[in-house]
Structures are given as structure tokens and as C-alpha cells.
């Protein structure tokens, strides 16, 4: 075989290698997107009351269907009557009752090997309290025994969990799972750590660009591209052990672990990918352009802000999806310093949560398959619809800026 | 009008030109030819201190315009590059409209309100011979222009500004045939308005464009005369070499 046939085989099969890598990548992209789109809609067909357990009142009692922050409030003991529900409800005192409550009226050898009375017992117990609501493991349900009714069970609802403003994911009989604390939160976090790294890695980036020799880039630009690469985590204990005492102080506030502080970090740790990005593109801007804003009488601060920054906007855009991608998504330092209480956030200077905390932090305790396990999953499109939007509008934006005669 | 006195220029130990002295006349159009590296284009961005962009650059001798040293020390360098405008090798508009191209000068300027700004861009795209091409398209980039169009641009964008000198650096190079034709019509309708110094590679346009005629090589300036004279009967056997084709 001549060498020329033999270059070309070799050709052949390195295009193949790349159609079929480009092809794996695309596929696992898109496996682990529908991946995480399957486990969470499993969310909104698991039962709103814990796996396995079930509500059961009074046969009389006309109630039909409780939502799960009533049944909540009636087990926090917050609702007491039952016609604080509803005005059709009898006017009777809400008896809460839980499966362990039956010990108080027999011992354990009254009710039989293995439990075997238990769901005669339970029934009698039902039977005799008109006002009763019973949260009980249907393993041992007294369904189908008169007096005794069961309430239908219901779906975990996507109004539920999207307008919910409380996050209490092990809660019994019925979690709940409102996602606006954790969304606020991260919003919180990510905008005020954007509002702060933008202006300063822009300025960073400009010197650098502009200003600065060659002497002070040539250390400079390296130390900046070294930050982006300290892991995480090492950020997050900078931030527990400085910034916590110092917010603590500054703003003399009781606990330092405040969104403020997850802010903070966040925007050190996008800095560099700000700059590093912004600068790139500003230095990129062709010198001819420069030169003919300069030979028209413009001086340097009027060339860079009406001929440099506007050619370099694409790419500072880019800057900007960038430091938010990963204000939204960092995990580790967040969590470390945002006190981690998941609770609907009035001002900055309180512990918020992220989604990607939540995730992270709980995780390892749900039960896979759970409707907890499938909440987080949902979390997870969520930050994936938050990224995806911000990419994509920023996409736009830089777009328009672009097409845009200045 | 445009006089340089001993001049020599070095990028870092590199002697890029040695020892120039040339006066240039005013309201005339005078071409620098020489082969590539030869020096005349640092010699005409002498002239509005682009080579101050150069780190390491040194320059000694004198540059004056209009009697002035354009290197002293109370000279404003803005105000210099407002009065001498320059037109480069490569078209580069900014990527804006056709309109703020033209008006980009006024505006760093601070020259005039808007009434003011736009009959001065249509001044100097009728200037440059463009206004009709483009008079119904002012908001469109400049960028759609074509390569020829584009060049007519800067200058008229280089003329709204209002400058006593143009400085051209192989305007037409990059440009067709057809294109080349119209900028040079161009440069000798500006003639009479402007004193105009133009860098080329192309003998025959120096020949037809120019009143006078500076040939370099290797940092010297070799001959310097009338163009007709310059390209009928040089002085010196480098130059006749030089415009009969047989170097460079």
C-alpha cells in the first residue's frame, strides 16, 4: 500500500473517532438531562402524605380532602377546629392522632401477636372519636371497618411545590416541599454576589487590558488564571474562617452566616473568570480600531469606552453568564457559609439556602425513590431551567448588542 | 508647511529611519514610495504620533507642522490627531452606523449639537464622493459597505473632523481596481483643501496622484523632487532602478 492510501485510512478512521466522540458526548448530555427530568416528575405522582401511611377519620365526618399545609397545621396543632376548615365541617375539636398515641390505651401484649389487633383497636379508637384524624401505616390500617373512613390520597401538586414558601422535606404526616425559600435564596445569593464581582472584575479587567504595563500583566493575568482553579471547598473554609467573623462584626449582627456572606464568596470566586474572560475580549478588540479612534483625536478613555468595550461586549457578556453559571451553581463554598436555614429570606442579612446546598446537604439522607429523593431531583431541573434561561438571554442580549448600531 | 529636521527613529535597536530632512509643501499632494520595510509608513505616523502606541520606540530630530514641534512638550496629542487625520492601509470603520462613523470625531470631539453633526457628515460624505451611494442607508453598519466604500468612509469620517493635513497610508491597496480609481479621484479633488502626504506601493499611482515625489530605502530618504522630474529624469540609479521595476 502506497503511503498516501495509508494517510488517507488513517484519515478516515480519525473522522469516524470523531463523529462517534462527538456523538458519545451529545448523547450523555442528553441522557443525563432527561435522566434528571424523569426522576423528578416522578415527584408530582407520589402520594402527599409519607409512603405508606395514610389519613383516616370518623365515618361522619364529612371532610373530603385536606391540602397538605392544613394537614400540617392540624399536626402542628395550629388548626384545632374542624370548621376553621371549612364552614360545612361540624363545629367538633380536631383530634390528632398518630399510630404511637395507642400505647397511652393498651400495652403491647393487648394488641396481640405481631400487632395482629392493632387494626381492630385502631378502629374502635376512630370509631369513638368523632373529631379524630389518624396519620397510621396502612400496614396496619383499619380500612373497610365500618365507622371508619379513609381520606383519598392525593398527589404532591406542582402549585404546591412551586409556590410552597416553607421547605420541610422530612416533616410528617405530610412533607412539604414549597421550593420558593431555596430559589429566593440562591437568587439572592447570585445576584448580589453579580452585582458585586461585575463592576469590579470590568474595572480589573479594563486596567489589565489598558492601563497596566507589560510588567504588571505579565504577573498579574497568571495569578488571576491561578484563583480560578483553588478548589471550592478551599474557598468556603476562607470563607467560614474570615468572612463569617468579619460580616459577624461588621454588620454586628448575631450569627455571620448570612446570604451576604455567600455573596461574598461567590463573587471572589467568579472574579476570575470575569476578568480573565473581559479581558481577553477587550484585548481581542483589532488594533486598527483602536488606532482610527486614536488618529480622529479621541482620547484613550473616550477609545475605550466607545470603540473598545462596544467590540469586546460579546465577550464580556460571555464574562458575565459565566460568573452568574457559577454564582448559581457553586455548591460547596455556599454552603459552608450561608447558615444553610431554609426559610423565606427578607433582607440579605439573613441565613438563606441555595438549591444546590439543599442538594448536596440532603442528598445522603433521602430514601432513594421517595418523594424527598424526587424533590431533589426536581431541584435540580429547577437549577437547570434557572442556568439555562440566564445563558440563553444573555445569548440574546449579546446578540442584540452585536446586530445594535451603536 | 509640514517640515522634518534630522530625523531618526529606532524601534528598540532596530535604526528605522536615518537622518531625514524633507519639507512638504502645503495644499499639495506628495507621495512616499520605496519598497516594503523601507521606513515610510513609521515616517508618515511621525507626523500624528501614532508610533507613540510603540513601546521602545525612540525618535530624535524635529518634526514641525505649520512651524509647530507636534513633539514639544505643550503640544495635546488628541488635539494634533484632531488636525491631522490619517487614513490607513486596511478599510476600518467601526462597527456602527455609516452615519457615527462620520460623526465619531465630532462627537469625541465634543463638537456641535445634533443640527450641526449631521450637515457636517453629509458635508464630508459628499467630500469623499459617497453621499450618493449611501444618503438613503445613513442608519446601516458601515460594515455592509463594500471594501472600496468602506475606504471612501474613513475618509470622509477622517474630513468631518476638519484636519489641515491627511495622512494616507496605501489607501487603495487593498482595494479593486475600480475602487483605486475613485480614491484617487478623490485625493486629487482634495488637493486644493488639504495638504496631503500618501504612502504607496504603486509607482503608477504616485505618478498620477502626487506633485512631489520622496523615495526611501533601508531608513533613507534617497531622492526627493517633483513627480514628474522623479519619474522622467532621477537623480540618483537606486531610484531609477526602483520605478523601472527592477527591485522591489
Known amino acids: 500500500m502506497s503511503t498516501k492510501k495509508l494517510r488517507r485510512a488513517g484519515e478516515y478512521v480519525i473522522e469516524k473517532l470523531l463523529t462517534v466522540s462527538g456523538a458519545v458526548t451529545g448523547l450523555t448530555m442528553l441522557t443525563i438531562t432527561v435522566f434528571l427530568f424523569k426522576e423528578g416528575a416522578g415527584l408530582f405522582r407520589s402520594p402527599s402524605v409519607e409512603k405508606g401511611y395514610a389519613l383516616y377519620v370518623h365515618a361522619e365526618n364529612p371532610v373530603e380532602r385536606l391540602s397538605v399545609n392544613e394537614i400540617k397545621g392540624i399536626f402542628d396543632g395550629e388548626i384545632t377546629v ?78 404546591d411545590f412551586f409556590g410552597g414558601t416553607s421547605w420541610m422535606p422530612t416533616a410528617t404526616p405530610a412533607p412539604l416541599f414549597g421550593v420558593l425559600p431555596l430559589i429566593l435564596g440562591t437568587l439572592f445569593v447570585s445576584i448580589v454576589a453579580i452585582l458585586i464581582a461585575l463592576p469590579l472584575g470590568l474595572s480589573v479587567a479594563i486596567f489589565l487590558s489598558e492601563l497596566a504595563g507589560t510588567r504588571t500583566r505579565k504577573w498579574m493575568k497568571p495569578a488571576i488564571e491561578l484563583l480560578a482553579g483553588i478548589p471550592s471547598v478551599v474557598y468556603g473554609f476562607f470563607g467560614l474562617v474570615v468572612l463569617v467573623p468579619l460580616v459577624q462584626r461588621a454588620f454586628a449582627l448575631p450569627v455571620g452566616e448570612t446570604a451576604f456572606t455567600g455573596s461574598l464568596i461567590l463573587a471572589i470566586m467568579a472574579l476570575p473568570t470575569i476578568i480573565t474572560v473581559a479581558e481577553d475580549a477587550m484585548r481581542n478588540t483589532p488594533r486598527e480600531l483602536r488606532e482610527a479612534s486614536l488618529a480622529l483625536g479621541a482620547g484613550h478613555w473616550q477609545t475605550i469606552r466607545k470603540v473598545i468595550i462596544p467590540y469586546a461586549s460579546s465577550g464580556i457578556s460571555a464574562a458575565v453568564v459565566l460568573g452568574i453559571g457559577r454564582a448559581i451553581g457553586e455548591t460547596m463554598a455556599v454552603l459552608m457559609v450561608t447558615g444553610n436555614a431554609a426559610v423565606m429570606p427578607h433582607s440579605l442579612f439573613e441565613s438563606v439556602r441555595t438549591i444546590p446546598a439543599t442538594i448536596a446537604a440532603e442528598l445522603g439522607e433521602a430514601p432513594a425513590g421517595g418523594a424527598h429523593y424526587q424533590a431533589l431531583f426536581v431541584l435540580g431541573c429547577v437549577l437547570f431551567l434557572l442556568t439555562l434561561l440566564i445563558s440563553v438571554s444573555a445569548e440574546w442580549m449579546a446578540g442584540k448588542q452585536s446586530s445594535k448600531i451603536l | 508647511m509640514i517640515e522634518a529636521k534630522d530625523i531618526d527613529f529606532y524601534y528598540g535597536s532596530f535604526h528605522a529611519l536615518k537622518h531625514i530632512n524633507m519639507r512638504i509643501a502645503a495644499q499639495s499632494v506628495t507621495a512616499l514610495i520605496g519598497p516594503s520595510g523601507c521606513g515610510k509608513s513609521t515616517f508618515l505616523r511621525l507626523f500624528n504620533r501614532m508610533n507613540d502606541l510603540i513601546p521602545e520606540a525612540r525618535l530624535t530630530g524635529k518634526c ?87 475606504q471612501r468612509l474613513c475618509i470622509a469620517r477622517a474630513l468631518a473632523v476638519q484636519p489641515t493635513v491627511l495622512l494616507m497610508d496605501e489607501p487603495a491597496s487593498a482595494l479593486d481596481p475600480i475602487s483605486t480609481m475613485k480614491i484617487e479621484d478623490l485625493i486629487f479633488h482634495l488637493r486644493s483643501t488639504y495638504t ?27 531622492e526627493y523632487s517633483e513627480t514628474r522630474k522623479m519619474f522622467t529624469n532621477p537623480e540618483k540609479t537606486e531610484t531609477q532602478n526602483y520605478i523601472t521595476g527592477r527591485f522591489g
Open chain 1, 82 to 159: 374542624w370548621n376553621a376548615l371549612s364552614s360545612d365541617y361540624p363545629h367538633a375539636e380536631i383530634v390528632p392522632y398518630r399510630i404511637e398515641d395507642i400505647f397511652q390505651r393498651y400495652s403491647e401484649s393487648e394488641l396481640g401477636e405481631d400487632y395482629a389487633l392493632l387494626p381492630d383497636k385502631l378502629a374502635e379508637v376512630i370509631r369513638e372519636t368523632s373529631g379524630i384524624i389518624a396519620f397510621l401505616p396502612q400496614q396496619y390500617a383499619p380500612t373497610g371497618m365500618t365507622g371508619v373512613k379513609t381520606l383519598p390520597s392525593q398527589d404532591i401538586r406542582p402549585a
Open chain 2, 64 to 150: 514641525l507642522v505649520g512651524g509647530e514641534d507636534i513633539y514639544g512638550a505643550h503640544v495635546q496629542v488628541d488635539d494634533l490627531r484632531r488636525r491631522i487625520g490619517m487614513v490607513f492601509q486596511r478599510p476600518n470603520p467601526f462597527p456602527k452606523s455609516i452615519f457615527e462613523n462620520v460623526a465619531y470625531g465630532l462627537r469625541v470631539n465634543g463638537m456641535g449639537d445634533r443640527r450641526f453633526i449631521a450637515d457636517r457628515v453629509e458635508e464630508s460624505l459628499r467630500a469623499a464622493a459617497l453621499w450618493e451611494e449611501v444618503k438613503d442607508k445613513l442608519k446601516k453598519s458601515a460594515l455592509a459597505l463594500s471594501g472600496g466604500q468602506q
Open chain 2, 196 to 222: 496631503i502626504v500618501i504612502v504607496t506601493h504603486n509607482m503608477q499611482q504616485a505618478s498620477r496622484v502626487s506633485d512631489h515625489t520622496g523615495f526611501f530605502m533601508l531608513g533613507e530618504l534617497v
